[in-house]
C-alpha cells in the first residue's frame, strides 16, 4: 500500500510510517476505549472551522453520517483539518500521535523517483513488467503505500478501505496530490472506495470484464510481543488498525474473483495465508510476495 504518514510526538520526535492495514477494522481499542465500525457505530468527529474546503467525497460522507464537523472532541481518536490538510489525531496516556498521509512528497517522492521500477519485488509479483495493462485491487488499502507505487508505475488501481478514518485519510491526500504536476497522473490512475473488500469482491460477477487482473493483499503482519527488535512506528500503526479475523475468507474470496492473479504480502518468515501454497514467491529483504496463480 505508498502513502507517507508522519507520525507526531509532540515535544519529542517526528516518526514516518508506512504500511497497510487489514481489510477491515471490527473495533479500534484504545486505552480500553473502543470505537466501532460497523453500522452500529457513531459518526467520526472531524475537527475543523474549513470545512468548505473538504474534498467531495469526505463532504459525501459528512451528508450520510460517516463523519460529524465539530469544533473540538474528547475522543481518543478524531480527524482534524487544518490549513487543507487532514489528520488522525491517537491521544492515550502514554502518547498523543498526529498522522497524515502525503503521495506528493518525502519518501512518497523518493521512491517514485528511485525505487527500481518495474523490477523491484512487489509490481513483479504483480506482473506489471509483462502486463502493464492489466488492473490491481488492493483490496487492503490502508495508508496506500503499494497502491501508489504501483500506479506509479502505470497501473490501474482502485484502492478499497472500510476503515472511516483511513479512507478519509487517502481520500484528502489523494485530492491535495492529484493538483501537483508530478503526481497528477499517477493519482489519476488511483480510486478509491469505501468499502468492505469482501462485500465488494462478493458483488462482482466473475463473468464479468470488470473483475480485477490481480487482487493484491496486504493483511496486517502476524502478531508479534512487542521488543527492541520491533520499530516503534511499526507499534504505532499496529495500535491504530488492529488484526483482522477475516483474512482468510478475504483471501478465498480473492482467489474467486481475480482473473490472473492474488498476491500477498508476508514477513519472510511468516507461515503462508491460509491453506492453499502459492504457485511462486518473489522475495526482499524482509518480506515476500506469495502469488497464487489463477
Given at each position: ?79 482534524s483539518f487544518n490549513d487543507g490538510v487532514l489528520s488522525i489525531h491517537l ?204
Amino acid at each position: 500500500m505508498v502513502g507517507v504518514a508522519q507520525l507526531v510526538e509532540p515535544q519529542t520526535v517526528t516518526l514516518v510510517v508506512e504500511g497497510s492495514s487489514p481489510f477491515t477494522h471490527p473495533i479500534f481499542d484504545l486505552s480500553k476505549t473502543s470505537y466501532m465500525t460497523n453500522a452500529q457505530s457513531t459518526t467520526f468527529p472531524i475537527v475543523t472551522h474549513e470545512a468548505a474546503s473538504l474534498c467531495a467525497d469526505i463532504k459525501n460522507l459528512i451528508d450520510s453520517g460517516v463523519y460529524q464537523i465539530t469544533s473540538q472532541s474528547d475522543s481518543p481518536l478524531f480527524l482534524s483539518f487544518n490549513d487543507g490538510v487532514l489528520s488522525i489525531h491517537l491521544n492515550t496516556e502514554e502518547k498523543r500521535l498526529k498522522l497524515t498521509i502525503d503521495f506528493v512528497g518525502g519518501k512518497s517522492q523518493h521512491r517514485r523517483q528511485y525505487g527500481g521500477g518495474k523490477n523491484q519485488p512487489l509490481p513483479k509479483a504483480c506482473g506489471l513488467y509483462k502486463h502493464p495493462e492489466w488492473t490491481i485491487l488492493d483490496a487492503t488499502a490502508g495508508l496506500g503505500r503499494d497502491a501508489f507505487v504501483l500506479a506509479s508505475l502505470g497501473a490501474k488501481v482502485t484502492l478499497c478501505e472500510q476503515h472511516p478514518a483511513l479512507y478519509a485519510l487517502l481520500v484528502d491526500a489523494m485530492n491535495r496530490a492529484v493538483k501537483d504536476f508530478d503526481v497528477n497522473e499517477i493519482i489519476k490512475r488511483m480510486q478509491c472506495l469505501h468499502q468492505d473488500s469482501i462485500s465488494y469482491l462478493k458483488k462482482m460477477d466473475v463473468s464479468e470484464q470488470s473483475c480485477p487482473d490481480v487482487v493484491y493483499l496486504d493483511p496486517m503482519y502476524p502478531d508479534r510481543k512487542k521488543s527492541a527488535k520491533i520499530k516503534k512506528d511499526m507499534q504505532v500503526l499496529q495500535s491504530l488498525v488492529g488484526h483482522s479475523v477475516e483474512e482468510i475468507r478475504l483471501f478465498e474470496t480473492a482467489l474467486k474473483v481475480a482473473k490472473q492473479r492474488v498476491v500477498v504480502k508476508r514477513p519472510k518468515s511468516a507461515p503462508v495465508l491460509g491453506a492453499n501454497s502459492p504457485s511462486y514467491t518473489v522475495s526482499s529483504v524482509n518480506t515476500r510476495y506469495d502469488v497464487y496463480v489463477i
